[in-house]
Structures are given as structure tokens and as C-alpha cells.
């Protein structure tokens, strides 16, 4: 498959502060691409400087075979952005803010409304398309959203953070729709900080760092590169608080992840350690409940590739406007 | 090679018109805008009409100035600033559009807008105080070519806002001083030095001045034609300086 996204050195700094770092990847066409990283990591701004919102300081992208400086007005055809704060117009309803959508993009007369419709249908928002956006649950507000960014057929759909604020099936209603969009064709980059959003819909993922891109490869790939790692996960009946600076102490465990009385401790010999652990659980009396051992999922991974706690990425960033 | 540069042109305009008709359909023509938008001008000319009934007929070229300055400043600054804050102006970045088309469709609803409020006191003047209007083309054209320059200048105003009611503050800095520089209430040439210097730095002298010449067969300061020249002016200088500290204030702010 041809990329359809090219950037290349793409840099963007505040004063002293660089927000984007000299990142270079490639998009294939067709493909579902995710820029995983935790908030402020540089993912909306990279994102916003490919979609023509934001002047980069330095470097390029190329948006199929434009450039986002010098055919911003082209590359704007070719795209749909959905943004992470649901920004359509309170006043009009869904029917009408997919038809001025329309409208703006140049989607012939004739076709608008026919258009509008079948989205509304495809996205399930027939019974909701005469009530004002302002009126829509948040989960609809972002079906709403996609629908509209996707009325003029682009050829590549920028989601930011698309199920950030959403509830559990709201969420996985996006996520369906966001695959059966990627059946059709369509190439998809997407930003998120949800480990297990990135994996179940990228086919590749950008993990980005303080502006740094460490790592672009598939999940399963991303798993394999700690595969010689193994990880213990051991029940506790409670954890007091030294316990986890004594086991850190131990030799032999490079990781340790806490989870309420859970403990994950990410080793290169299991065999090795577990006789120290086990003896130092007997020293503080703490009782174990339950042991086994895990193969590395992606969050392990990113934990492992990052160095950073996987608890970073749970943190939603506050909510600008209401949605 | 013309052909495509009258579609771009075309395909331009009727852009700058979908956003216009969103925006009166989304904010200018809901009951509660127009009411507004005919309250001021009402209060004033009632306030002239019960002081002094013979004589409004001398100040009613300047409250019809008056009510399009006020109409058309304050919805284009409003519409903007709001959009700005609710992230919905992105939407139009985001879009394939010239800055030139958001900027022209934004002043054209404003314009229609400041029109319509416009047109419904001056029938409302008609039989109250009989007035009439000399020469209709110019009079249309004055107040088509004062209304575009009034919102731009709205626009102008909310780019260096964040919120509404800033817009509203600032809009007053540059409006309130109008009221007694442009000719409304006191005529130019009889203000002391150095006040006509600025009168005649801003588009409400001209818009006042013209009127004059269509409602009551006034000679004015200068003529008709030059009051339209000059308006057009100030539509052309006003358009472009928008559009650059929009686009400097895009890149600063995005």
C-alpha cells in the first residue's frame, strides 16, 4: 500500500518549549494509524498542524500528495477532522448542520441532502436529525461530529481523542463505527491515551512522548519487542505502603505496577525472583489470594518502551467547552 | 484560464452566502435579535420625535446611520467572539475556504442583518414623520456600502476580543465618540478644531453625509458621489486590514 501521509521533520515549539519534536512517520492508505500518548504529549498538535489549524515551526507533511503549506485549501478537500471537543452548531439541527457542512465543502446541490440523510442513517441519528445539536447526548454529539466530517466522502478521517468523556457504550458504539468507516476504504489517524483503544482499533500505532516519537509499529509487533520480559501478577489481601520500595530493592524486578491489591512485577526470571517475594509477603504478613503469570499486553509494553506508569494515561484532559 | 478563475470567484460567493444564511438563520433572524437589534433606534427617534416634533426630520438621516453602525458592529463582533469561544469558528478554518470567503460571508450576514433593521425603521419613518426618500439607488447604495463597512469593522473589533461582552466594550469605545463626531446630532463643519479632523477619519461622517443628500435634498459637506467614493474606500481599506490581523491573529492563537 502507497502512504497516504507523509510527514517529515514536522516541529512546532511554543518560546522554548517544543511541543512537537522533529517527528517524521508514513500512512498507508487504507489503514487505521493511532498516535498514542498521554496528554500533552504533542498528539493534537501534530494533528492540527496536518490538518492546516496550527503552523508548524519547521518540517512538512505531504496530505495525499499535497502540501499542508503551500495547498492548505486542498488538503482541507481531502480530509475530515473530527476535533476532541464536539463543535457543531447548538442552534441547528443535526439535518441542517450536515447540510451547511455540505454546503462548504462543495458537495453538489443535488446530492446534500440525500447525503445528509444516508449518514444520519448510517451513523443512527434518523429520529434525532430535526432536534438542535445543543439537545443531543454527548455520545450523539459525537456520532453527529464524525457524520459531518465524513459528508464530502474525504479520503482520510483525523479523529482527536474520539471517545474521550464518553460513557462505556457510547464509547464502543464510536469504536464499531469507527471500523465499519475502515471497512469502507476509508484511512483513519487517530489520537488517543486509551492503551487498550489503540489496540483493538490501530493496525499501527505512533507511541509519542513529550513531543518524541519512540516507537511506530503494529501492537502485536510492540508486544513482541518485551516478549522476553515475563510478568508476575500476584493477589494481595492488602499492600501496606513500604512493601512496594522493599520489593523494588529485590534483585531481578525491573518493574513493579500496582492495581488496588493487585501487584505486577515485570521480570526477566520469573523462577528467579518469585523465592524473594514470596519471603518478603511472609516478613511484612501480608497473604497472597491469587498468582499467575501474564504475557506482556500493549500497556505493558508501553509501561516497558516508555518509562512511564500506565496510570498517566488514564488521566482525561478537563473538558475545554461543553459538549 | 478565465473560465476557472470566474468558477473559484463563483464558487467563493456562494460560500461567503451559505455562511451568511447559517448565520442569520442560526442568530440574526430570531425574534429576540431583531427586537433588540430595533429597540435602540425606536427609543431614539421616540426620545427626538416627543422633544421636538418639526425638527426630527434634521436628525433622522443620523439615527438611521446610527441604527446601521450599531446593528451591524455590534452582531458582526458578537457572531465572531462566540463562535471563537465555543471552537465553532475552527469549523470554518477547517474547511476548504479562503479566509477572504469566512471574512466576506461573516460581514455579509451582518450587513443583511444591519439592513433589515435599517429598512424597517426608515418604513416606520415614512408615515410618523413623512419622510421620503429622494434618490433611492444612492440612498441603497449608502446604506449597502456603510453596513459593509460597519461590520467589518465589528469583525476588526473581535479579533482582539476572547469574550463577548469585551466585544460589546470595545465596539462602544469606537462607536460612543461616532455619536458626537459624524454629523448625527451636531453638524461637522460647525465642531470646533481639531473635532472635524477626526470626523472625517471615520465612515459614519459619510454614511451620515450621503444620507442626507437622499432623505432631505441637503447639500451636505461634500457631494453624494464622493461620500459613496469614500465609503467604498473604507470598505477596501476595512476588508483588508480584517482579513491581515485575522490571519496574524490565526496563526497566533492556532
Not at chain 1, 473530527?82 to 452548531?89: A, G, K
Not at chain 1, 458504539?173 to 487498550?196: A, C, E, N, V, W
Not at chain 2, 470554518?92 to 443583511?112: C, D, E, H, M, N
Amino acid at each position: 500500500m502507497d502512504a497516504i501521509i507523509r510527514v517529515n521533520d514536522l516541529t512546532k515549539s511554543y518560546g522554548p518549549n517544543l511541543a512537537v519534536d522533529h517527528i517524521s512517520f508514513d500512512v498507508k492508505e487504507g489503514e487505521v494509524f493511532g498516535f498514542l500518548g498521554p496528554n500533552g504529549a504533542g498528539k493534537t498538535t501534530t494533528i492540527r498542524m496536518m490538518v492546516g489549524l496550527t503552523q508548524p515551526s519547521s518540517g512538512t507533511a505531504l496530505i495525499d500528495g499535497h502540501d499542508i503549506l503551500r495547498e492548505p485549501v486542498k488538503v482541507k478537500q481531502t480530509i475530515g477532522l473530527v476535533p476532541e471537543t464536539s463543535n457543531l452548531y447548538g442552534e441547528l439541527t443535526s439535518l441542517e448542520n450536515l447540510i451547511y457542512q455540505a454546503e462548504l465543502y462543495g458537495v453538489a446541490r443535488k446530492e446534500r441532502k440525500v447525503r445528509a440523510l444516508q449518514l444520519l442513517e448510517e451513523f443512527g441519528l434518523k429520529e434525532h436529525q430535526e432536534k438542535p445539536f445543543q439537545k443531543l447526548s454527548r455520545g450523539l454529539k459525537r456520532r453527529l461530529t464524525i457524520a459531518t466530517a465524513l459528508i464530502h466522502h474525504p479520503k482520510i478521517l483525523f479523529l482527536d481523542e474520539p471517545t474521550t468523556g464518553l460513557d462505556v457504550m457510547s464509547a464502543r458504539g464510536l469504536r464499531k463505527l469507527i471500523l465499519d468507516s475502515k471497512k469502507k476504504g476509508l484511512t483513519i489517524f487517530l489520537t488517543t491515551h486509551y492503551i487498550p483503544e489503540a489496540e483493538s482499533l490501530c493496525d499501527r500505532i505512533a507511541i509519542i512522548v513529550k513531543g518524541k516519537i519512540r516507537i511506530i509499529d503494529t501492537p502485536q509487533n510492540i508486544r513482541s519487542r518485551v516478549k522476553e520480559m515475563e510478568i508476575l501478577e500476584i493477589g494481595l489481601d492488602r499492600i501496606p505502603d513500604p512493601l512496594k520500595n522493599k520489593l523494588l530493592s529485590l534483585d531481578g524486578i525491573e518493574k513493579i505496577l500496582i492495581d488496588e491489591n493487585r501487584i505486577r512485577f515485570h521480570t526477566e526470571n520469573i523462577n528467579q525472583v518469585t523465592p524473594g517475594i514470596i519471603r518478603l509477603f511472609e516478613e511484612q504478613g501480608v497473604k497472597m489470594e491469587t498468582i499467575n503469570t501474564l504475557s506482556p499486553t500493549l500497556e505493558d509494553a508501553f509501561v516497558t518502551l516508555t518509562g512511564l506508569d500506565s496510570e498517566l494515561m488514564k488521566i482525561d484532559k478537563p473538558e475545554k467547552t461543553p459538549a | 484560464m478565465r473560465f476557472e478563475v470566474q468558477g473559484k470567484m463563483m464558487d467563493e460567493i456562494a460560500k461567503a452566502y451559505f455562511i451568511a444564511k447559517k448565520d442569520m438563520g442560526a442568530y440574526y433572524l430570531k425574534p429576540p435579535l431583531i427586537s433588540w437589534g430595533l429597540m435602540l433606534p425606536i427609543v431614539f427617534v421616540l426620545a427626538f420625535y416627543f422633544r421636538n416634533p418639526m425638527g426630527i426630520k434634521e436628525v433622522v438621516p443620523g439615527l438611521i446611520g446610527l441604527t446601521l453602525l450599531f446593528s451591524c458592529t455590534s452582531m458582526a463582533a458578537i457572531v465572531i467572539t462566540f463562535e471563537k469561544r465555543i471552537g465553532a469558528l475552527e469549523r470554518l478554518l477547517l474547511a476548504p475556504l479562503a479566509i477572504r470567503t469566512i471574512l466576506f460571508g461573516k460581514a455579509l450576514g451582518s450587513t443583511v442583518f444591519g439592513l433589515v433593521i435599517t429598512l424597517v425603521i426608515t418604513i416606520f419613518l415614512i408615515p410618523i414623520i413623512g419622510l421620503s426618500i429622494h434618490h433611492p439607488f444612492s440612498f441603497s447604495l449608502t446604506i449597502i456600502l456603510s453596513g459593509i463597512a460597519f461590520s467589518l469593522l465589528g469583525i476588526l473589533i473581535s479579533v482582539g476580543v476572547k469574550e463577548v461582552f469585551e466585544a460589546m466594550t470595545l465596539s462602544n469605545f469606537f462607536r460612543f465618540p461616532m455619536i458626537f463626531l459624524c454629523g448625527v446630532f451636531f453638524p461637522v463643519p460647525e465642531m470646533p478644531y481639531p473635532l472635524p479632523i477626526l470626523s472625517y477619519l471615520l465612515p459614519l461622517t459619510y454614511t451620515v453625509d450621503g444620507l442626507r443628500h437622499c432623505l432631505s435634498e441637503d447639500k451636505g459637506i461634500i457631494p453624494l458621489y464622493l461620500n459613496l467614493l469614500i465609503l467604498l474606500g473604507f470598505v477596501l481599506l476595512l476588508f483588508g486590514l480584517s482579513l491581515f490581523i485575522f490571519k496574524k491573529r490565526i496563526r497566533q492563537e492556532f
